[in-house]
């Protein structure tokens, strides 16, 4: 096809049987039709399977099953597999918007230093109600300083050309969350990024799901920096990365104080920020009101 270059989707599943149908239904969908559909099958212990039987007769799927290894090492199977000049992801239980990759794939043959395109997220209830978009600053062109800070791309949003694997590897499979952070920041050292600014992925919330769990997130993300900075000296610079680390422990601390009722490590947490940037007003606010929360409580 004329300026229509093969996009591999992959969407590695796991137990997802109750919603993976519509998320392949929303690729086939697309009014973008160079498209083929990798399904990672990460060990589903549910009717997953059979769920797909209506698709698995289409040429354009490709359904493959693994002993379960974990998102990172299912969606490096995927990438592996696709013979697409583009590479794009989309989770179990999340769908897109129809036209998705028709206004994203003219951003990557305008510019050959792009190497990643992302949209906004409409986050949606587990029965599909619509909830809220995503009003986060999003960026382009090289963005590893304001990626370090906040990891402001949606994992489902994204369109990868193909080359940034062969050239920077895949997901790091020890990692047991925050698997894309890493990628995108890795990737960012090499590439442009750029962005549509419109919800093209409907992302789903639901009670259990694993970025729920703040603390292993936070902790991922910790470690994820740290490498990143050790193996990249000079990606970004010295205020930057002071940013980006104060920030981070204000989230956690943020995090802490309000799931976990433990002011004390929060009150630590945004210290610990400090110490990386004095100035940083998010941290002397989280301390005021902290304060001003003990004190309440004390005088009832």
């Not at 003219?106 to 050959?112: A, D, G, Q, R, Y």
């Not at 949209?119 to 382009?140: C, P, Q």
């Not at 694997?165 to 990692?175: A, I, K, N, Q, S």
């Not at 007003?281 to 902290?290: N, S």
Request: aromatic share 12%; net charge neutral.
């Amino acid at each position: 096809m004329v300026n229509k270059p093969l996009v591999s989707v992959v969407i590695a599943t796991y137990n997802m049987a109750a919603y993976v149908l519509l998320a392949v239904k929303s690729v086939l969908d697309q009014t973008y039709k160079n498209t083929e559909v990798i399904i990672v099958d990460d060990g589903s212990t549910d009717d997953t399977r059979e769920a797909l039987k209506t698709y698995l007769n289409d040429p354009r799927v490709r359904y493959l099953f693994q002993k379960n290894k974990g998102q990172a090492a299912a969606k490096n199977y995927g990438v592996r597999e696709s013979q697409g000049e583009y590479v794009a992801f989309l989770d179990g239980d999340d769908m897109w918007a129809p036209e998705k990759l028709d206004v994203q794939i003219p951003l990557f043959l305008n510019s050959e230093a792009v190497g990643l395109v992302y949209s906004r997220v409409l986050y949606i209830d587990e029965i599909g109600k619509e909830l809220s978009v995503a009003d986060n600053e999003l960026f382009r062109g090289r963005v590893s300083g304001p990626l370090l800070i906040r990891n402001f791309i949606g994992f489902g949003t994204c369109v990868v050309r193909k080359e940034c694997f062969d050239r920077l590897g895949g997901f790091e499979e020890r990692l047991r969350m925050g698997i894309d952070y890493e990628l995108w920041l890795r990737f960012s050292t090499r590439y442009d990024f750029d962005y549509v600014d419109l919800p093209l992925l409907r992302y789903r919330l639901w009670p259990g799901q694993m970025s729920k769990n703040f603390r292993g997130r936070y902790l991922n993300g910790i470690e994820i920096m740290k490498n990143f900075l050790q193996e990249f000296p000079g990606a970004v610079d010295k205020d930057t990365e002071n940013e980006a680390w104060a920030h981070t422990y204000v989230g956690f601390g943020q995090c802490v104080k309000s799931i976990d009722r433990r002011l004390g490590q929060a009150l630590k947490l945004y210290l610990r920020a400090l110490g990386h940037k004095p100035g940083y007003l998010p941290a002397w606010r989280a301390i005021i009101t902290a304060i001003l929360n003990l004190e309440k409580h004390a005088s009832l």
